[in-house]
């Protein structure tokens, strides 16, 4: 394909798959569920799943195999840049106060389903683990893959419910965002691993360790004092540049560990504090050009990579709702348990769990991943798709039913930006 040719397709996917996920974003929303599933659900729409499936020769013209490796690209810089607006949103100082009051919890909703995704890796893997990947690089990343929680989409939930400000909100959202550091964490590690199988993972992870270290106790304190220099003065294009250019530079320095690039993106984001006229102007200069344009990128090669016919048969959505059964139980589950154990009423225990559960687009961007390392294979990744996609959905209504105030809130809102 000519290059002139392969930039007409590529943003006439890109166009595509932004409209379709404004549309079904305000559908989902419309119906309770927050609007990135809407996003998901289209960028699978408009992959083999269904258009390919409904029709192969409009999927062929407007997503054919050429334009993947371009998607692919655009959609790394997208979720690099997300990733960093995460960290920028990540309120350091309300993970220190109350850290030691969630820190059992946070790491129960890791540990449970953690050792539940290892356990079943061992089941699955003579039909699902790629046959020439490690077994213990697979049970691993399977643990982590079902260990995940989508802080930011957990976090639009409760705002949407009006929850943010409660009692439950508060220990929701340090909970998800104490456990995702320790998976992603986690992820680091195993990634860090499965780029050194042909030596030792003893370096990469020494370097993930101290490269970290780096960061919040050298680079955050001339951060914090560059930020209160700057809330006197207007955020000018030069700043915003130059922190989008540290952004990239960490995310290379954590390629080139060999961690992924997504990390780094993610450190330089907390180095900087979350409330500082800095913070406020990156989201509003570069929020919307990510969620609306970027990501949609990734839903789309996201989608593009996830076959629904891969698991047609009786046998795969069975292994699918085994899947989506152990994720739920083991996040619910030990959330659950360690709420009840540290005090907690069953309601908001249970209310806990539920909220916990939320996966969302956290959970694609481990997924990808993981296939790009070949730790999975496609048939795995849509099944897990899946479950990130039921599991969310699940949020919501659950909440509504445990939390009936939370209903009552959402109908009395006027509708948001999406958010993902």
């Given at each position: 394909m000519q290059p002139a040719d392969l930039l007409w397709h590529l943003l006439l996917?890109?166009?595509?798959?932004?409209?379709?996920?404004?549309?079904?974003?305000?559908?989902?929303?419309?119906?309770?569920?927050?609007?990135?599933?809407?996003?998901?659900?289209?960028?699978?729409?408009?992959?083999?799943?269904?258009?390919?499936?409904v029709s192969p020769d409009a999927y062929a013209f407007l997503l054919p195999p050429a334009v993947a490796p371009s998607l692919g690209l655009l959609s790394q810089l997208g979720v690099a840049l997300y990733m960093f607006l995460i960290g920028v949103e990540l309120d350091t100082d309300v993970l220190r106060g109350q850290l030691r009051a969630t820190i059992t919890i946070a790491q129960s909703s890791i540990?449970?389903?953690?050792?539940?995704?290892?356990?079943?890796?061992?089941v699955v893997a003579p039909a699902l683990a790629p046959a020439n990947v490690p077994f213990m690089h697979f049970v691993l990343f399977m643990g982590v893959a079902m260990a995940i929680t989508a802080f930011p989409v957990l976090a639009r939930i409760l705002a949407d419910t009006g929850l943010t400000r409660t009692d439950l909100g508060r220990l929701a959202l340090t909970c998800a965002a104490v456990g995702d550091v320790t998976a992603w964490c986690l992820l680091a590690f195993i990634v860090g691993v499965v780029q050194s199988r042909q030596g030792s993972a003893l370096l990469p992870s020494l370097l993930t360790v101290g490269y970290i270290a780096l960061m919040f106790t050298l680079v955050r304190p001339v951060v914090v004092r560059w930020c209160r220099r700057l809330d006197a003065h207007a955020i000018d294009r030069d700043v915003i540049a130059a922190v989008i250019v540290l952004a990239l530079v960490s995310a290379l320095i954590t390629e080139w560990i060999g961690i992924h690039a997504i990390f780094g993106a993610f450190l330089m984001g907390a180095v900087i504090p979350h409330d500082s006229r800095l913070a406020r102007a990156l989201e509003d200069r570069i929020e919307n050009l990510v969620t609306i344009l970027l990501l949609p990128a990734f839903f789309a090669f996201a989608g593009m990579r996830t076959e629904i016919g891969l698991i047609a048969n009786a046998s795969g959505w069975l292994t699918c709702a085994a899947i989506i059964g152990l994720a739920t139980f083991g996040k619910f589950g030990g959330t659950l348990a360690a709420a009840r154990l540290a005090g907690h009423e069953w309601r908001t225990a249970t209310s806990l769990g539920v909220l916990m559960n939320t996966r969302g687009l956290m959970e694609l961007i481990v997924l990808n991943v993981g296939l790009d390392l070949g730790v999975i294979t496609p048939t795995l990744f849509t099944m897990m798709v899946v479950m990130a996609i039921v599991t969310t959905m699940a949020t919501t209504p659950l909440l509504g039913v445990l939390v009936p105030e939370a209903t009552l809130r959402r109908a009395s809102i006027s509708p948001q930006p999406s958010g993902s």
């Open positions: 996917a890109l166009a595509a798959v932004v409209i379709t996920g404004r549309v079904l974003g305000r559908l989902f929303r419309f119906i309770g569920q927050p609007p990135v599933i809407g996003e998901v659900v289209a960028g699978i729409a408009l992959g083999p799943s269904l258009l390919g499936a540990v449970v389903p953690f050792l539940l995704g290892a356990a079943l890796a061992v």
